[in-house]
């Protein structure tokens, strides 16, 4: 059974940090790629940042690019979303996804699609005060 648990949520004031993890169980970590999405109310679940199975490859949003960053430790079965400079604007249940990866394929092409992800955490909610 495949297990996807997202931790690190909180409230914090504008311009402060948080970092997320996502631990992974029930599948082969380094066999996955991996990325975090979000959803704010009312809108639609939107990607924030990929991390190809290697993690030599990344794709940020524009909204999050130079703030965010993304990592993972294959050996923890652990995904990071390192979240500096947050602004009330990126209030939104943060989600930990990931896919079977691709044979020969190293690339992020498939993010931000929510489509192109298998298993999915329950979420952790990020508020930002301003």
């Known amino acids: 059974q495949v297990q996807v648990v997202e931790s690190g949520g909180g409230l914090v004031q504008a311009g402060g940090s948080l970092r997320l993890s996502c631990t992974v169980s029930g599948l082969t970590f380094d066999g996955h790629d991996m990325g975090w999405f979000r959803q704010a109310p009312g809108k639609e679940r939107e990607g924030v940042s990929c991390i190809n199975w290697t993690g030599g490859s990344t794709y940020y949003a524009d909204s999050v690019k130079g703030r965010f960053t993304i990592s993972r430790d294959n050996v923890k079965n652990t995904l990071y979303l390192q979240m500096n400079s947050l602004k009330p604007e990126d209030t939104a249940m943060y989600y930990c996804?990931?896919?079977?990866?691709?044979?020969?394929?190293?690339?992020?092409?498939?993010?931000?699609?929510?489509?192109?992800?298998?298993?999915w955490g329950q979420g952790t909610q990020v508020t930002v005060s301003s």
């Open positions: 996804a990931a896919r079977p990866r691709r044979l020969y394929y190293f690339g992020v092409s498939y993010c931000p699609d929510t489509a192109a992800f298998n298993y």
